[in-house]
């Protein structure tokens, strides 16, 4: 169950690779085959190995779970496995989505900070939200956005007009 080079926490976390970098990687397969030898290389690591990965770096993952994706028998697994491939190759989990839902992702970012620039959106609100709250991330931004307004405030002459409250579903 030990890593080839005895090395029992694993592997240091890796950089990203950046899109020059990367082979044409199109299914889920290929971006996990392209990490195990780009984060263990000339090594052969067992599912089990990889899960015990995952959750010594606080997320959860099946071995057998692990074992089909490299299979290619999982092509569209959850937000919360794409998170723990994340954890355990030590990258951010989005290299993993769908290259189309990444597309979305930032498109949806930029049209939520055009209409905020624009004062179709004037503040922000939280709906769903589980125990823990806002993400860390999330959070910042929101008080970034909240501070924005409270400026704004202080200098009734900017000639910005009042919107829309944004609602971030969780």
Do not use: C
Request: glycine share 12%; charged share 30%; proline share 6%.
């Amino acid at each position: 169950m030990a890593m080839d080079d005895g090395d029992e926490r694993g592997p240091e976390p890796v950089d990203a690779p950046g899109p020059g970098e990367l082979p044409r990687l199109d299914s889920l397969r290929e971006k996990v085959e392209y990490m195990v030898e780009k984060t263990f290389p000339g090594q052969k690591i067992s599912g089990r190995v990889f899960a015990e990965l995952v959750r010594d770096r606080g997320g959860s993952l099946s071995h057998s779970y692990f074992s089909n994706i490299l299979a290619g028998k999982v092509t569209q697994p959850s937000e919360d496995i794409l998170k723990a491939l994340g954890l355990g190759f030590g990258v951010d989990w989005r290299f993993f989505k769908e290259e189309s839902e990444v597309v979305d992702d930032v498109v949806a970012g930029l049209q939520f900070l055009a209409k905020r620039r624009t004062g179709e959106i004037s503040g922000v609100a939280g709906r769903g939200l589980d125990d823990d709250g806002l993400p860390p991330e999330l959070l910042r931004f929101a008080l970034s956005l909240l501070e924005d307004a409270a400026r704004e405030k202080d200098d009734p002459g900017n000639g910005e007009a009042g919107g829309a409250v944004a609602e971030i579903p969780r």
